[in-house]
Nanobody, 122 residues
Framework: QVQLVESGGGLVQAGGSLRLSCTAP????????LAWFRQVPGKEREFVGA???????HYADFAEGRFTVSRDNARNMVYLQMNSLKPEDTAVYYC????????????????WGQGTQVTVSS
């Protein structure tokens, strides 16, 4: 069982930046593929970006060039750095983990955090 805990959400003006963090206890954290998803009420969950155990990253088109996923296995942390934020980035952001390789499909992730709200004002 992997218990993920996100932090770092908040209110930011358009054009600003936020860094989300996600951590999980345990000595096997480095083996997991990790991803960030987001969801707006009434809409489907959306893939944002992911990082595999070798730190290879993948991004949704809207995130490419603005968002960066990174990990620090020594601290059991994964990060989502978000720059040039837009009002349409407003959502609850979730950290997710799965064994082996990354995926853009949320249902393929076994473990999820509770989510952290990001609100971007215009």
């Amino acid at each position: 069982q992997v218990q993920l805990v996100e932090s770092g959400g908040g209110l930011v003006q358009a054009g600003g930046s936020l860094r989300l963090s996600c951590t999980a206890p345990g000595r096997t954290f480095f083996r997991y593929a990790l991803a960030w998803f987001r969801q707006v009420p009434g809409k489907e969950r959306e893939f944002v970006g992911a990082i595999d155990r070798n730190s290879t990253t993948h991004y949704a088109d809207f995130a490419e060039g603005r968002f960066t996923v990174s990990r620090d296995n020594a601290r059991n942390m994964v990060y989502l750095q978000m720059n040039s934020l837009k009002p349409e980035d407003t959502a609850v952001y979730y950290c997710a983990a799965r064994w082996t390789i990354t995926s853009m499909v949320g249902n393929e992730y076994s473990y999820w955090g509770q989510g952290t709200q990001v609100t971007v004002s215009s």
